[in-house]
């Protein structure tokens, strides 16, 4: 069984500005994000991971990555391991700087790009490129380009969904619609 997950981490927010911009409130429970779940977690240099229990999940979306981005920068990456999908994408102040895709499923040497992506993508992808080609290329078993656009996450943020990965996280909930309406007052 393979993963199907989104993850987003943002920099330049504190957590609870994060959980805000997204309607997002703790449960007061710490524990592993099942299917369908949502979880934060705080990461070292300053990132919070918030991790949604599905592929292609709604916070994932343009428009909410374009309002979460004002003012800091957001990684936000999708992993279906069933198909051999994946994606990584940089957002800054309401702006996507680049994204990376694989689809292993219809190329296992594609690789699709959008944007100015980073110089040190070179170096990973030809690391990833020359692994494929040692287990056989195209026709090899194993998928290494597949890890590429994930491992330019981790190297930007620091985590992988498979490496570095926090053991536990909050639990998250949508936050309550605030409601003006008071049944004490006519």
């Known amino acids: 069984m393979g993963f199907s997950i989104s993850w987003i981490a943002v920099n330049g ?26 979880g934060g977690h705080e990461l070292p240099e300053g990132w919070t991971l918030i991790v949604l229990g599905e592929t292609e999940h709604r916070l994932v979306q343009h428009q909410v990555l374009a309002k979460l981005s004002a003012g800091c920068e957001v990684i936000a990456c999708n992993v279906e391991e069933h198909v051999m999908f994946c994606s990584c994408e940089q957002w800054r102040n309401g702006d996507r700087v680049w994204r990376l895709e694989h689809h292993g499923d219809a190329d296992i040497l594609g690789l699709e790009r959008f944007g100015e992506l980073p110089p040190h993508l070179s170096a990973l992808e030809q690391e990833h490129r020359l692994h494929q080609v040692a287990d056989g290329g195209k026709d090899a078993d194993v998928d290494h380009i597949f890890e ?39």
């Open 148 to 186: 590429v656009p994930l491992a330019l996450a981790l190297s930007i943020v620091g985590v992988k969904h498979d490496e570095n990965w926090p053991e536990s996280f909050e639990l998250l909930q949508w936050q309550k619609p605030k409601s003006s309406w008071r049944f004490w007052k006519h």
């Open 13 to 38: 927010l504190s957590k609870m500005a994060v959980y805000d911009r997204l309607d997002l409130s703790p449960t007061g429970l710490v524990d592993d994000v099942d299917r369908g779940g949502i």
